[in-house]
């Protein structure tokens, strides 16, 4: 077999435009462009208001099987079939998520697809890009600094110390992090408290910011933050602290998407990336509407599989931005299909015909969830080195038997050249006309039905138990008015339960919710199964030990 050099030096390796040459493909001159050098820059605010009234072009959304812990590739195949789009004649540009620093420097290394199918400067949009990250923790952090100040000034909101939910971020993984004391060293120093930092992209304000239409809605979603509780049980906002300004202020760049292209020369939107659990896990609803604007095709993506990235797609990100995909792009591979039925982790590179057949369960209830959102969807088979003919045939022979498009996808290896299949079966599905999009629930109902249709209509559970604490937060959310909201659910990637080992199409099961979180200015009640993380750990040999750099500012080890 051919060998295929590293992400980073295939990108290095690469031929970039000027930036400005990537905007006239979309219509944009050096004007339209807040240039941050010469490969990357933001829209500036006046696009919109020139474009809005256009008429939106196609949009893609590109999803995939309940993952691996290695990811799927669909970000690549987001990039590659932006690519292919174009190379068979549409103009298409892709919208993704911003990578967040502190798993790179842990354990993913990059996050900007992969191959000969991703965004570029690979290394800037890997570590401080255009400073969006930055920019959220410093509006997030003088929101902490306000409420503590707050307390220290005789605390007139009469805010209970011990009920603070907004905690400080940091984008970086560290676990020493996520439980602190503040406020130590006496009556000059603050209140002492419990507090704890969270990761940026799990941050309210990086939620927020990918679902604003504007400044205007983003200040008010700010105002509606629930930072605390006073002692008499009742919530703190951040606009009852007055901050709300001075933290919009702080993003007033940030809102605005960034501008990037692949190692084709597709011009990408690469902007904001909320985590995926406890937020909607899509990039910048901003971006994909001027994308849309701009373009005959936008590919976007959503994290994690159908249950949960494309579910939140829809129900969430959609909603809010009025979005209507149209068509689907499910990515599936067979080393995951695989693990999905039972073929162990260290022998996913090997033939497994056997494993492949019991693990199609997972590819087939995300297909009918496909199905029963309305949306015309084709399976992309993103195809590995290890891959073995016979396993490929087998899956496509499965897909075409029950009727489902499919298209093998080699964008990994060849780019744009590699997807152009997929490409062609895109098109066709999205001049088809055939989508339309169905919601599973209405924002209207009350909170536990509409944790019980995700449940069932999306990852077949029989029902949905409740903690007692659970049971006492949705009364009392319904009380406070913030039950009309949608649901984000924070749930294991991995499987279509809440219990990481059941793999492929688990059946007779329950979920549990353990906890329930109010994200009232990002506008959605998080419902929380199992232990979600918001501060990552380091893993004992960090992708960190072999990242460097050379005299000549040459970079090293982000894959
Ligand atoms: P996801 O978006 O699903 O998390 P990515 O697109 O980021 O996945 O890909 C995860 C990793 O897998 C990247 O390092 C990428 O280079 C690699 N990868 C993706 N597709 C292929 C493929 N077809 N063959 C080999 N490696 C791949």
Known sequence: AKTIPSDIEIAQ???????????????????????????????????????????????VLVTAISPTPAGEGKSTVTVGLGQALNKIGKQAVVALREPSLGPSMGIKGGAAGGGYSQVLPMEDINLHFTGDFHAITSAHNAISAVIDNHIHRENELNIDPRRIVWKRVLDLNDRALRHIVVGLGGKAHGMP??????????SELMAILCLARDLEDLKERIGRVVVAYRFNGSPVTVSDLGVEGAATLLLKNAIQPNLVQTLENTPAFVHGGPFANIAHGCNSLTATRHALKLSEYTV????????????KFIHIKSRSGNLKPDVAVIVATVRALKMHGGAPKEELTRP????????????????????????????????????????????????????????????????????EALAREVVRLAESGRSRLRPLYDPEQPVRAKIAAIAQKVYGADGVDYTPEAEKQIDEFEANGWGDLPICMAKTQYSLSDNPRLLGRPEKFRIQVRELRPSIGAGFLVALTGNMLTMPGLPKKPAALGMDVDAEGRVYGLF
């Not at 408290?193 to 799990?202: C, H, L, N, S, Y």
């Not at 976007?300 to 579910?311: I, N, Q, R, Y």
Request: glycine fraction near 10%; proline fraction near 1%.
């Open 300 to 311: 976007t993506e959503a994290g994690f599989g159908v249950d949960l990235g494309a579910e």
């Open 13 to 59: 390796q690469a031929e970039k435009k000027p930036i400005t040459e990537i905007a006239e493909k979309i219509g944009l001159s050096e004007d339209d462009l807040e240039l941050y050098g010469k490969y990357k820059a933001k829209l500036s605010s006046d696009v919109w208001n020139r474009i809005k009234t256009r008429q939106d072009g196609r949009l």
């Open 352 to 419: 497994h015909l056997q494993a492949l057949r019991q693990g199609m369960g997972n590819l087939e209830r995300h297909l009918e969830t496909m199905k029963n959102f309305g949306l015309a969807h084709v399976v992309a088979i993103n195809r590995f080195p290890t891959d073995t003919e016979e396993e490929l045939n087998f899956l496509r022979h499965w897909c075409q038997e029950r009727g489902v498009s499919v298209a093998l996808t080699e964008v990994w290896e060849k780019g744009g050249a590699g997807g």
């Open 193 to 202: 408290r419990e507090d704890g930092f969270d990761i940026t992209v799990a």
